[in-house]
């Protein structure tokens, strides 16, 4: 019953944070175009999916929102993402980004994290 109670308030939380993000990534993307050169670090990723198939759904989209960063597909067979980042230093910094993207939508819905 609480969990019905306090989801519009995850949901609300989520969503601040996750504008806060969008920003974020636009500040990133725009200094990038403004300034000579480029810092982009272009990179593919795949993040193993947990939530089921809508939270998946759901997270590729939230992923594609988010300047410089693309959701590509699902790669067959391994129940994962496939994403193109452009400003993560590395693969790990770019998956830990991912994965905590992913928590905070699980949590804001009210979900454990399940594999597919």
Do not use: C, K, Y
């Not at 999916?49 to 759904?57: F, V």
């Not at 790990?92 to 699980?106: C, G, V, Y």
Request: glycine share 8%.
């Amino acid at each position: 019953m609480t969990d019905v109670l306090t989801r519009p308030l995850r949901v609300v939380a989520f969503l601040t944070w996750f504008a806060g993000q969008i920003a974020r990534s636009a500040r990133d993307v725009l200094g990038d175009v403004l300034t000579p050169g480029s810092s982009a670090t272009p990179r593919l990723v795949r993040l193993p999916l947990t939530g089921g198939r809508t939270t998946a759904a759901t997270l590729g989209a939230l992923i594609t929102m988010t300047p410089g960063t693309l959701t590509l597909g699902v790669v067959d067979g391994q129940d994962a993402l496939l994403v193109h980042s452009m400003h993560h230093a590395d693969d790990n910094m770019a998956l830990a980004e991912l994965h905590d993207l992913q928590s905070r939508l699980l949590h804001a819905l009210g979900r454990s994290e399940v594999h597919l």
